[in-house]
T-cell receptor, first 115, second 113 residues
Framework: AQKVTQAQTEISVVEKEDVTLDCVYE???????LFWYKQPPSGELVFLIR??????QNEISGRYSWNFQKSTSSFNFTITASQVVDSAVYFC????????????FGQGTRLTINP | DGGITQSPKYLFRKEGQNVTLSCEQN?????MYWYRQDPGQGLRLIYY???????QKGDIAEGYSVSREKKESFPLTVTSAQKNPTAFYLC????????????FGQGTRLTVV
């Protein structure tokens, strides 16, 4: 069975601080995809990144960076110099590469950036 | 603009009533999904469909039904058998190739009154 754990339920920081959101996963599959989604107050999930289990390179996109470590089954997300607009609920998710594209989500982390 | 449209945004249901949530996409995606979100929990899969006239149960299908008569549409009916229907419901779609991500609608918030 697949499982995703986001142990941080809520995080609150002051603007311009760096913040890391943790994600730990469990799967018996040798190949899989990992995702991060952002859910702003409007409700829809906004795609941020997809990572193939073959590729353990870290990725940076502007103020966002992701650290994938297969050895510890973690896929952490860091926001550098946070901004108020980063306030949202963030979800980590996992799915198989083959077959139906059913996502298994973590519980989500509510991030609040205070001015 | 391509996307997924869910309606209504807010829905109120009386005890014992069936209600239907609409989901329409114009992304030409083959697969569509319904997820349920409860406070403090992640999204859980209710039903999914990879092709017209075919669908499969997800992890929490009891008390729900779906249909897929058109590629663009995947309505979800919350029946009276669903004992705790108050939740936020999200519809998603994907292309069938593996190297892609799911696109989500803006959700429907269902409340039992």
């Amino acid at each position: 069975a697949q499982k995703v754990t986001q142990a941080q339920t809520e995080i609150s920081v002051v603007e311009k601080e760096d913040v890391t959101l943790d994600c730990v996963y469990e799967t018996r599959d040798t190949t899989y995809y990992l995702f991060w989604y952002k859910q702003p107050p409007s409700g829809e999930l906004v795609f941020l990144i997809r990572r193939n289990s073959f590729d353990e390179q870290n990725e940076i996109s502007g103020r966002y960076s992701w650290n994938f470590q297969k050895s510890t089954s973690s896929f952490n997300f860091t926001i550098t110099a946070s901004q108020v607009v980063d306030s949202a609920v963030y979800f980590c998710a996992l799915r198989k590469i083959q077959g139906a594209q059913k996502l298994v989500f973590g519980q989500g982390t509510r991030l609040t950036i205070n001015p | 603009d391509g996307g997924i449209t869910q309606s209504p945004k807010y829905l109120f249901r009386k005890e014992g009533q069936n209600v239907t949530l609409s989901c329409e996409q114009n992304l030409n995606h083959d697969a569509m999904y319904w997820y349920r979100q409860d406070p403090g929990q992640g999204l859980r899969l209710i039903y999914y469909s990879q092709i017209v006239n075919d669908f499969q149960k997800g992890d929490i299908a009891e008390g729900y039904s779906v249909s897929r008569e058109k590629k663009e549409s995947f309505p979800l009916t919350v029946t009276s058998a669903q004992k705790n229907p108050t939740a936020f419901y999200l519809c998603a779609s994907t292309a069938l190739r593996s190297d892609t991500e799911a696109f989500f609608g803006q959700g429907t918030r269902l409340t039992v009154v």
